[in-house]
T-cell receptor, first 109, second 115 residues
Framework: QKEVEQDPGPLSVPEGAIVSLNCTYS??????FMWYRQYSRKGPELLMY????GNKEDGRFTAQVDKSSKYISLFIRDSQPSDSATYLC?????????FGAGTRLTVKP | KAGVTQTPRYLIKTRGQQVTLSCSPI?????VSWYQQTPGQGLQFLFE???????NKGNFPGRFSGRQFSNSRSEMNVSTLELGDSALYLC??????????????FGEGSRLTVL
């Protein structure tokens, strides 16, 4: 079993849809949780960062962390074609960082 | 502020050869991490250097090595290339290390193709 599991998709939605991306993990020591966005032919860039359990909102993006279930989510409201990218979850225990495989998202106009 | 610069961006090698990739981190960042990205495995951690010392190492064979210079620039080397080494190699810099805040700044990567 991988330390971080993420459905690779691909996921295709119409413009304006609500998108839900998820990851599960096995290491209970993880306490920092991140979402990175990677456009084609580019390196990943940090999108959202949360510490421990809870929700964090930034514009159309909401990150949720449920440490009891070892489950994190990223919600995108009113999705736009410009959101088309690969989304990678990542988590850290203050020493090591682990990434999910990434979910490829396409938002169709 | 200049971002993370990786060179070369693309390269083609044949099996058995060796390759050296270079990474210049953001000015002031002391940590450089290297990752291998493939469609099947996602982002796999290779190693992290902090102030010229290897601080962390992933589960890769000894053919993969790296170093960091006093100006924080880093290189990684892969010897005796295999077909399975074909991947996008990403370098990420951070102020204090990948395990601290989690905010890594990635370069655009070096895409290696092994024939």
């Amino acid at each position: 079993q991988k330390e971080v599991e993420q459905d690779p998709g691909p996921l295709s939605v119409p413009e304006g849809a609500i998108v839900s991306l998820n990851c599960t993990y096995s290491n209970s020591a993880f306490q920092y949780f991140m979402w990175y966005r990677q456009y084609s032919r580019k390196g990943p860039e940090l999108l959202m960062y949360t510490y421990s359990s809870g929700n964090k909102e930034d514009g159309r993006f909401t990150a949720q962390v449920d440490k009891s279930s070892k489950y994190i989510s990223l919600f995108i409201r009113d999705s736009q074609p410009s959101d088309s990218a690969t989304y990678l979850c990542a988590m850290s225990d203050n020493n090591d960082m682990r990434f999910g495989a990434g979910t490829r998202l396409t938002v169709k106009p | 502020k200049a971002g993370v610069t990786q060179t070369p961006r693309y390269l083609i090698k044949t099996r058995g050869q060796q390759v050296t990739l270079s990474c210049s981190p953001i000015s002031g960042h002391r940590s450089v991490s290297w990752y291998q990205q493939t469609p099947g495995q996602g982002l796999q951690f290779l190693f992290e250097y902090f102030s010229e010392t290897q601080r962390n190492k992933g589960n890769f064979p000894g053919r993969f090595s790296g170093r960091q210079f006093s100006n924080s620039r880093s290189e990684m080397n892969v010897s005796t290339l295999e077909l399975g080494d074909s991947a996008l190699y990403l370098c990420a810099s951070s102020l204090n290390g990948q395990g601290n805040t989690g905010e890594l700044f990635f370069g655009e990567g070096s895409r290696l193709t092994v024939l």
